[in-house]
């Protein structure tokens, strides 16, 4: 097993250690079993203090800030130029020894569409290319909303967020308030269980000299630990959906796209 430090390039860094016992999980993902919540740390790069629109990393860390996995974005630079965050793209997720734990494929999608026909979907696997679920956009241009499937392709879960999501949209109140995106089950009277919060902490570093981006996650330690995986997929793509836009761009959107003219 590499060490802590060789692992991180730096002897400060906490990894969360491997949980012993019998696994009831695919390889890798004993990690989140007895976990609640989880957060995600988006890695600074200079070339984006500058504006260059370069392949994102992450962080998966635990409450106690210790790191369980590090990801990074493949995807082709010319793709990155010509379609900014709509770009389609992997999502490599590697534990503390550089072991590939998941792949979370986004393909190319409008991010705007009015109609059901070209909606942004993450497919989540195991490194092995097993199959533990998917998260799709429904139709409909109110407000933010997923839906997370197991890999059955059932819904089990419904995402759904504020109308607005960008940091400083003064005409609807939401001037550098954190944006929520509440977990509920899909049943007739559903039950909120969870929740997604996008921390629009030190504003301008967000807003003005970075795209750098930091979520939070909240669910019941007892759901299936696939599922765990999923949601985590579905943090990384709501990023890319909502997030990793420009600011002045966040406050343009709208619930139409030009494809759909």
Known sequence: MASESSASGS?????????????RCYDGLEY?????????????????TIGEDIANCYFVLNKDGE??????EISDVGLRKLWGYRRPFNIVVFDRTATEILNLYRPLSCDQ?????????MVVTTSTGILLGKVKQPWGPLWP??????????????????????????????????????ISTTRVRK???GRLTKYWTKFYRETVSTDVDNFGMR????????????LLGACFLL???????????????????????
Do not use: H
């Not at 499937?149 to 954190?178: A, K, M």
């Open 145 to 182: 909303r997923l839906k997370i499937e197991d890999y059955r392709g059932n819904i089990v879960y419904n995402l759904e967020g504020p109308p607005c999501t960008c940091s400083w949209c003064f005409c609807t109140g939401c001037y550098n308030i954190d944006a929520d995106f509440f």
């Open 113 to 121: 569409c009015c109609y059901p026909c070209c909606l942004q979907k």
């Open 11 to 23: 002897d400060n860094v906490r990894w969360m250690r491997r949980p012993k016992g019998n696994k």
């Open 191 to 193: 039950t909120i269980i």
């Open 239 to 261: 990023d890319y959906m909502y997030f990793e836009a420009s600011t002045k761009d966040r406050c343009k959107r709208r619930p139409i796209c030009c494809c759909c003219l």
């Open 67 to 72: 790191r369980i996995y590090y990801a990074y």
């Open 219 to 230: 669910f019941p330690k007892d759901i299936n630990v696939e599922l765990k995986a999923v």
């Open 32 to 48: 989140l079993l007895d976990l609640d919540s989880i957060f995600v740390r988006q890695v600074p790069d200079l070339p984006e």
